[in-house]
């Protein structure tokens, strides 16, 4: 849902700044940006300390 909002917030700023004279590829590499950094960190959410789920004792590997 937030990469959804976020989509929608860049288009939105790229129109806006398209319509206020920015050059267009401009505003459009800036809502690329915004895109490219919300993708990112949904993909790296779950691999953030503190954010994985607490193991089962019993169910990882240990060295004897």
């Known amino acids: 849902m937030g990469l959804l909002l976020t989509t ?3 288009l939105s700023l790229w129109i ?3 319509a206020i004279g920015v050059k267009s590829f401009d505003a459009f590499m ?15 959410a779950p691999y953030l300390p503190g954010r994985r789920p607490d193991e089962e004792s019993g169910t990882r590997w240990t060295p004897r």
Do not use: D, K, Q, Y
């Not at 940006?33 to 993909?43: F, G």
């Open 8 to 10: 929608i917030a860049a």
């Open 16 to 18: 806006v700044l398209w």
């Open 30 to 44: 800036l809502t690329t940006a915004l895109i490219v950094i919300a993708a990112t960190a949904r993909l790296m």
